[in-house]
């Protein structure tokens, strides 16, 4: 496929963008749907398509907060001219490289009345973080005279005092109404040149919210977050009219984003409390969601005896076993280790009767204790040596990912097996691992 045929978007992931950009790739690949990384940064990634994306995508992925559709692009060299040396020429520069790719157009035509606006800046190399809030409104005035030569009244949107970066909050755009005016631009800011984008979806963290503390049953301490559960569900391929399982439902958070992908879920959980709850959230969730055709199954049952109690044969596992304790204090190395060694066999015999549920090529994806210590070194459970025994194959994502070039930081990327979810205030995280039979 030829490059002028590709059409480029810019993705701006959560807080932990490996695990984003690992979901992503995830997301592609389960669909079949041609796409290469052309920029990478911690800050944003810009995609090269095929064809053109449905914005609603956006629902559909857990680690995303932003998508916007590129309309041209910036030399690296002239931002850094204009923005950082303050060379007046550069400057000119940039205001034609703004205004050359229709944006004006596309907000005039997406607004009637006075039209508001808002620039959000992305410095992915760290170049422009001195500058960054000098460049926003150097650009965001550019627009604001452009739209007034052609007879459009406008509002440049400001930020709050004290925020770190010069960048809209999704909440902002949405209660703005922004997307549908075409009215944010993200400027991402790159090594080798800059993108220019119209935003075309945001994240509803509302959407979120209300699936997690808006549903009949919640279990605050142990259940994980509907974000994750949507990224575990698509690293796992599951895609509308797969089986999907998870053995160790909880309040069924997992088997609640799978039957919102329209796959249908099958539950597992040895507490008879948890398989009551997952039952009536997902109820719940049919009826919030209008999903009359939805299908789902729930039993009680031990995991360790899976392929005893569950009668098929299943396309893909996405599941959360037992972390351990809630602890008060942040362990030693050796009481970790104790909680490690506890918790194995029952990850071991678990992966041993998954392995025997699911079908060929199916993925199964699990989460395994990671323990901070007072050591400052954390204490991981080794499970890919017992998932290799049983004949499972460890993947890698982001070594399948379609780079344009290569470097060291993608060399390494490649090399990553698992990704750590984790917060500063967390004592026990997640690590998430990809498997397939």
Request: charged fraction near 25%; glycine fraction near 8%.
């Amino acid at each position: 496929m030829s490059f002028e045929a590709r059409i480029r978007y810019v993705f701006i992931p959560g807080k932990n963008w490996k695990l984003s950009l690992a979901e992503l790739v995830s997301f592609f690949q389960a669909r079949n749907c041609f796409f290469e990384v052309s920029e990478l940064t911690p800050a944003f990634f810009v995609i090269s398509v095929g064809k053109s994306l449905d914005p609603s995508i956006i629902d559909e992925l857990g680690g995303f907060i932003k998508i916007a559709r590129v309309t041209s692009d910036i030399a690296g060299d002239t931002v850094r001219e204009a923005f950082v040396r303050g060379n007046k020429e550069a400057k000119s520069q940039v205001r034609t490289d703004l205004l050359s790719g229709g944006l004006i157009d596309e907000m005039l035509e997406s607004s009637s009345g006075k039209l508001i606006f808002g620039v959000s800046v992305y410095d992915g190399d760290g170049s422009l973080r001195r500058v960054s809030r000098a460049a926003q409104r150097f650009l965001g005035s550019s627009l604001k005279h452009e739209l007034a030569v052609r007879g459009k009244k406008s509002r440049f949107m400001g930020f709050p005092r004290g925020r770190a970066e010069p960048q809209l909050s999704h909440v902002e755009v949405l209660k703005k109404n922004l997307v549908e005016q075409k009215g944010e631009i993200l400027f991402c800011s790159g090594k080798e040149h800059a993108t220019i984008s119209t935003t075309v979806a945001v994240h509803n963290p509302f959407e979120f919210q209300k699936r997690d503390m808006g549903r009949p049953v919640q279990r605050k301490i142990f259940a994980i977050p509907p974000r994750l559960a949507r990224i575990m569900i698509n690293q796992a391929f599951c895609t509308s009219g797969k089986s999907l399982l998870d053995p160790f439902c909880g309040v069924g958070t997992i088997l609640q984003e799978a039957l919102l992908a329209k796959a249908r879920v099958v539950g597992l959980d040895v507490n008879p409390w948890c398989v009551k709850a997952s039952k009536e959230n997902l109820e719940w969730i049919k009826k919030e969601y209008a999903l009359k055709e939805a299908e789902y199954v729930v039993v009680s049952g031990d995991s360790r005896r899976l392929a005893d109690r569950i009668g098929q044969q299943i396309d893909c596992i996405a599941t959360e076993p037992d972390l351990g304790p809630a602890l008060r204090h942040i362990p030693t190395e050796s009481y970790a280790m104790k909680i490690m060694h506890k918790l194995e066999p029952l990850y071991n015999q678990f992966m041993e009767e998954a392995y025997k549920v699911l079908k060929k090529q199916g993925r199964l994806v699990l989460v395994t204790p990671y323990i901070r210590t007072r050591s400052g070194r954390p204490v991981a459970m080794p499970i890919e040596k017992k998932a290799t025994n049983l004949g499972f194959t460890v993947i890698c994502p982001l070594r399948e990912a379609v780079f344009a070039g290569e470097d060291e930081t993608k060399k390494d990327l490649a090399r990553t097996v698992s990704f750590v979810d984790m917060e500063e205030r967390h004592k026990i995280g997640r690590e998430i691992h990809i498997f397939e039979k």
